[in-house]
C-alpha cells in the first residue's frame, strides 16, 4: 500500500516543478514596477496640477450712461415732432413741441436776438446792426417783445437824427450836446437789456413748459407711437434716448461663505443670462474695489471688465442695457494633492 501511495503523488510533484522551474511572464516580472511608476506619476500630477478655488456670486452690469426718459411737463396735443424714431440726436436737440400760442421758429428768432444783446458789450452803438422783425408771433411774450422793438427802434432813430444834427450844428455846441446825448443812450441800452434779460427768461420758461429737448446725445426710441395732433398728458413718457455706451459699471453681491478671501485683484469670469458661456465664452474681471458691509447678509465689490464686453472667444456682447448674471471669483489656486492633504487634516482635526 505504501508503495501504491508513492506512485500516485509522482505526478502531483512533478506538476509542481513544472510550475516552479517556468519562467514568469513579463507582466509578472514588471508589474511591481509599473504599478510603482503609475502611483509615482499620479503623485507628480497631485502635486502640480492646480485646481482653482472660487466663490460664486451673482453680477449686475450697467452701462456707465444710462437711457434719459423724455416727458412732457404739459397736458395738451403734440404739435411738432423734429425727429423720427431710431434717429441719432445731439445734446440739447429739440425731439417735439407741445401746441402752444407761439410759433417756435419766431420764438427761436427772439431768443438769439435776445442771447447777443445780454452779451453785447457796447449795446447802444450796435444797435444798428440788429434787424427785429415787427410780426413775430411769440404767445404770451408778445407785449415784452413789442416793447423791445420799440425800444430799439427809437435808439436807432435817435441815433439818425444826431448824425443829422451834427451836420448842422457848430462843432463846439455839437460836443456838449453830445455828452447829454451820451448819457440818454446809455439809459435806453439799460432799459434795452433789461427787457431782453426778462424775454430770456419767458423764453426759458416757454422752453422749459412746451418744448421736449434730450439733454444727451444718443439714438431716439419712442416709448410709444407719438404721432401729431396727439393727446399727451403731463408726466407721461414719450420718448428715449440711449447714449452711446464704451464702458460698463459691474457690481457683485456674494453670501458670507468664504466671502473672507475674496480680495483686490482677483480674477473673476462672469456668465451673463443670455449668453450662455459655451457659446459666448465669458467675460474675464478683476476684483477692483470691496465693501466690508453686510447688507441682507450679502457682501458687494465692484469689478473691472478686463476687455469691456469682449468674452474669452473673442465675441463682443452688443449690451445697451443693464443685464445680470454670475460671477466666480478665483480665490486660490492650490494643488490637488494639498487639497487632498488638507481635507484629511480637516476631517482628523474634526474627529479630534
Sequence with gaps: MPEQNSSSNLPIEEDIQVIIGRVPSWITRHGTTIIAGCALLLFICALFIKYPESISGKVVISPSKSPV????????????????????VSSNQIIAIVANPANTGDILSLKRVVDYLDTCSNLVSRISTIALPNNL??????????MLFHAIN??????????I????????????????????RERRGDAIREIATKIANEITKWDRQYVIRTPVSGKLAYFKTVRLNEKIASGEQLFFVAP???????????????VGKIKQGQLGFIKLNGYPSGEFGTIRATVSQFTNIAVDNLYS???????????????????????????????SQKSIL???????????????
Excluded at 427809437?154 to 448824425?163: G, I, L, P, R, T
Excluded at 444834427?165 to 440818454?184: E, I, M, P
Excluded at 480637516?346 to 474627529?351: E, K, L
Design 338 to 352: 494639498r487639497r487632498i492633504f488638507e481635507g484629511m487634516m480637516g476631517i482628523s482635526m474634526a474627529n479630534n
Design 137 to 146: 408771433q411769440v404767445g404770451d411774450i408778445q407785449p415784452d417783445y413789442l
Design 154 to 163: 427809437e435808439v436807432k432813430y435817435s441815433a439818425f437824427m444826431d448824425d
Design 69 to 88: 426718459i423724455l416727458i412732457s411737463q404739459i397736458s395738451g396735443w403734440i404739435s411738432e415732432i423734429k425727429v423720427e424714431e431710431g434717429q441719432i
Design 244 to 258: 452711446k455706451v464704451s464702458e460698463f459699471i459691474a457690481r457683485a453681491v456674494f453670501p458670507a461663505h468664504k
Design 165 to 184: 444834427s451834427k451836420n448842422r450844428t457848430g462843432y463846439s455846441f455839437s460836443q456838449f450836446r453830445d455828452k447829454a446825448k451820451a448819457s440818454t
Design 301 to 331: 465689490c465692484q469689478l473691472t471688465l478686463m476687455r469691456g464686453l469682449t468674452t474669452t472667444k473673442n465675441i463682443q456682447l452688443n449690451v445697451q442695457a443693464e443685464v445680470s448674471g454670475n460671477v466666480d471669483i478665483i480665490i
